[in-house]
């Protein structure tokens, strides 16, 4: 059984979709809990907000929307899911020309 080359794309692309939204945890983790953990009076503010809040919720969104729109545009493929293979897809076998040079 001859597994369909889709499979090989969407894997990248789900691979690219986990380990954005991985990151973006780890962002938001990390500024929220890192810097969120003093004593209010210590906090430092950004255009009003606590820095904490500014860089996880603020930066943090705004960081992850660009990355995800240069990652899509980039690395994702528009492709049918219907049965048919598209022809980006298709690899050509040029081994049974060489086979048919050889005989004749």
Not at 48 to 65: H, R
Not at 75 to 89: A, G, H
Not at 91 to 101: G, P, R
Request: proline share 4%.
């Amino acid at each position: 059984m001859k597994e369909d080359p889709r499979y090989k794309q969407c894997n990248k692309e789900a691979l690219i979709c986990v380990s954005l939204g991985l990151a973006n945890l780890i962002w938001w983790f990390s500024w929220g809990y890192g810097l969120g953990s003093k004593d209010p009076s210590e906090y430092t503010f950004v255009m009003g907000f606590p820095l904490w809040f500014f860089m996880s919720c603020i930066v943090g969104a705004l960081l992850f929307t660009v990355l995800t729109v240069v990652l899509v545009n980039k690395y994702f493929v528009d492709f049918s899911l219907e049965e048919t293979v598209p022809e980006e897809f298709v690899v050509e076998d040029n081994s049974s020309d060489e086979e048919s040079d050889d005989v004749g």
